[in-house]
């Protein structure tokens, strides 16, 4: 039976963009179809797999976290399933079912593994090696593997955009619905919350496979960023062509027209925060400051997505450091090769 009933309690912090989760930290909140339409871009981005990258990350994230808490007694299995149900409803990635290790209701295959194999290392107290196979549209089944010799997950490092501090929030307006089998929708449309720290292991995961070729519509040379400069950058390309592959309208008739669409799009939803600084209508040059936060790479990512959509010209964007803040600026890329 279908039921639909308003969950997840959301917090925001104010003029920031991060969405805070009760049980998870910080989160985004992703759209079904972003979230597909991003990884394949992603993938093909740093041209190596990275399922099993991904996987690692998000489930040392939730290990980390201590998502899962202990249960013992004659009703462990029982309060388990019923815990379970819950971390798949917070973050909308469908329903585990112990008895055929199946997720059903997948929003995404390798978030399902993640989910998964997470819930099972954390019932029966071990690691695993996991294959998965995928015998019908939205379930995926889990194939496991006593792995002991897998180590327990460690801090991650903070990536070199991000900082570590503690902000006031206030409850966010978001009002996400939970249908049957753990199933998360927004507006209208399916969605996930995936914590910060998931995809902060997972981006540290990736740094031996991305390319250090130079290009010329991207330059964050002051930045000082070494290695995570070519990570940076991967993450940019794919979350603009993520969003140029949406339908999302981008209108901008002056300076002002840019708070509007950043709010909605990125504030909004936990993908960060950007304040303009300046907006030339005569060649469309902008600028804004964004403040060191994890979110960062999405930020600049849609705000250049949205910056191509509304002007029709392929971006170049420079970057700068000023104390802790990112001092950002998009151009065309055609004019800026015409100079």
Same mark, same amino acid.
């Given at each position: 039976?279908?039921?639909?009933?308003?969950?997840?309690?959301?917090?925001?912090?104010?003029?920031?963009?991060?969405?805070?989760?009760?049980?998870?930290?910080? /989160?985004?909140?992703?759209?079904?179809?972003?979230?597909?339409?991003?990884?394949?871009?992603?993938?093909?981005?740093?041209?190596?797999?990275?399922?099993? *990258?991904?996987?690692?990350?998000?489930?040392?994230?939730?290990?980390?976290?201590?998502?899962?808490?202990?249960?013992?007694?004659?009703?462990?299995?029982?309060?388990?399933?019923?815990? =379970?149900?819950?971390?798949?409803?917070?973050?909308?990635?469908?329903? #585990?079912?112990?008895?055929?290790?199946?997720?059903?209701?997948?929003?995404?295959?390798?978030?399902?593994?993640?989910?998964?194999?997470?819930?099972?290392?954390?019932?029966?107290?071990?690691?695993?090696?996991?294959?998965?196979?995928?015998?019908?549209?939205? *379930?995926?089944?889990?194939?496991?593997?006593?792995?002991?010799?897998?180590?327990?997950?460690?801090?991650?490092?903070?990536?070199?955009?991000?900082?570590?501090?503690?902000?006031?929030?206030?409850?966010?307006?978001?009002?996400?619905?939970?249908?049957?089998?753990?199933?998360?929708? #927004?507006?209208?449309?399916?969605?996930?919350?995936?914590?910060?720290?998931?995809?902060?292991?997972?981006? =540290?995961?990736?740094?031996?496979?991305?390319?250090?070729?130079? /290009?010329?519509?991207?330059?964050?040379?002051?930045?000082?960023?070494?290695?995570?400069?070519?990570?940076?950058?991967? *993450?940019?390309?794919?979350?603009?062509?993520? #969003?140029?592959?949406?339908?999302?309208?981008?209108?901008?008739?002056?300076?002002?027209?840019?708070?509007?669409?950043?709010?909605?799009?990125?504030?909004?939803?936990?993908?960060?925060?950007?304040?303009?600084?300046?907006?030339?209508?005569?060649?469309?040059?902008?600028?804004?400051?964004?403040?060191?936060?994890?979110?960062?790479?999405?930020?600049?990512?849609?705000?250049?997505?949205?910056?191509?959509?509304?002007?029709?010209?392929?971006?170049?964007?420079?970057?700068?450091?000023?104390?802790?803040?990112? /001092?950002?600026?998009?151009?065309?890329?055609?004019?800026?090769?015409?100079?």
């Amino acid at each position: 039976m279908r039921f639909i009933e308003p969950i997840v309690t959301l917090d925001i912090v104010p003029k920031r963009g991060q969405l805070i989760h009760p049980l998870f930290g910080e /989160v985004v909140l992703w759209r079904q179809h972003e979230f597909h339409t991003w990884w394949n871009q992603f993938e093909a981005i740093i041209d190596h797999p990275l399922s099993r *990258t991904f996987i690692n990350g998000v489930v040392d994230s939730l290990e980390f976290k201590n998502a899962m808490p202990r249960f013992g007694g004659l009703f462990r299995k029982k309060k388990f399933k019923k815990e =379970s149900d819950r971390i798949g409803g917070q973050l909308g990635w469908g329903t #585990f079912q112990f008895e055929n290790q199946n997720v059903v209701q997948s929003a995404h295959p390798l978030l399902s593994v993640a989910l998964g194999q997470y819930l099972l290392e954390a019932y029966h107290e071990q690691r695993f090696k996991v294959r998965w196979v995928e015998p019908r549209p939205q *379930t995926v089944r889990l194939e496991i593997e006593a792995s002991p010799d897998i180590p327990h997950p460690k801090p991650v490092e903070s990536l070199p955009w991000s900082i570590t501090q503690q902000m006031k929030t206030t409850d966010s307006w978001l009002i996400l619905d939970r249908h049957s089998q753990n199933e998360l929708n #927004f507006e209208g449309e399916r969605v996930v919350l995936i914590p910060v720290e998931s995809m902060d292991r997972f981006l =540290s995961g990736c740094l031996p496979y991305v390319s250090q070729q130079d /290009v010329q519509w991207f330059d964050a040379d002051s930045c000082k960023l070494d290695s995570y400069e070519y990570l940076l950058r991967a *993450t940019i390309q794919s979350i603009s062509s993520m #969003f140029l592959k949406s339908e999302q309208p981008v209108y901008i008739i002056d300076g002002s027209s840019w708070a509007a669409y950043i709010e909605n799009y990125i504030c909004e939803r936990g993908w960060g925060n950007a304040h303009v600084t300046s907006y030339d209508t005569s060649d469309f040059s902008l600028e804004l400051t964004i403040p060191m936060q994890s979110q960062l790479p999405f930020t600049i990512g849609l705000l250049c997505g949205m910056w191509e959509r509304a002007h029709g010209r392929a971006y170049r964007l420079s970057l700068r450091i000023e104390s802790d803040t990112f /001092v950002l600026q998009i151009q065309s890329l055609l004019d800026y090769e015409n100079q």
